[in-house]
């Protein structure tokens, strides 16, 4: 089925959608992104998601063409003319277009706004039930990684390298202490249960599933400790996992040529999954 997507006003099949070979976005990954999972046919902290979009825009200076309001809408309504029942919206907004190549912009510049579906199997995926491994290599992005921008190449190479290895993604590191993963927070747990997982600076992105997990994982009686931690120390973990928008929870059984634990899911990353999905199914929108 030719889905149908969104960009400036109007929605289109995705075989009609064209953007401007002189968007910014396109030269200069000048844009910001958000990936909002959807379950049953409802979206999953969508508020999070679009509170952390306006922030990307005011760190950048794009200007948001519609309102928080708006933008739901436009999500529900791709989610009911796709008819899409498990999967995301994906939401990409550039700086925009001014008719040629030029690294300086006006600022009265007006964005472009693309939104479109994909389905795609979330709560019964197979990596959540198997796990994943993951290679651990020098994080090289830009010192702004709280701002969620389409600049995603380091990511994708690094993700590649993985691949070839015989691995499921990546973990970065910067000067020998884990940032995140290439598309997700990173969390390790300690011989006494304890959750470890960095705290929140302009060297990650502030995860939308990662603070609702915080508060679950309060709410459940399990003790978080927000710091960094080194990839050594993660060799030595009784669990690792990690987490993100489409992803959920999904647990890491191991890391480069060490297995965690006992080389299988571990208990309180299936525990935390598990409760995630309930509640995000009861608070979805």
Known sequence: MTRTVYINGQYMAETDAKVSIFDRGFLFADAVYEVTAVLEGKLIDNAGHIARLTRSCQELGIPMPISAEELTEIQRSLIEKNQ?????????????????????????????????????ELIHSPVAKKGIKVLSMDDIRWRRRDIKTTSLLPACMAKHIAHQAGCDDVWLIEQGYVTEGGSSNAYIVTDEGKIITRPLSNDILSGITRASLMLLAKDCGLVIEERAFTIEEAYQATEAFVSSATTFIWPVTHIDDHEIGDGKPGPIAAKLREIYIKTSLEMAE
């Open 84 to 120: 899409l029942h498990e999967g995301g919206v994906y939401l990409q907004l550039t700086r925009g277009s001014e008719g040629d190549r030029d690294f300086s912009y006006s600022e009265d510049i007006k964005p472009t706004l693309v939104l479109f579906t994909q389905a795609r």
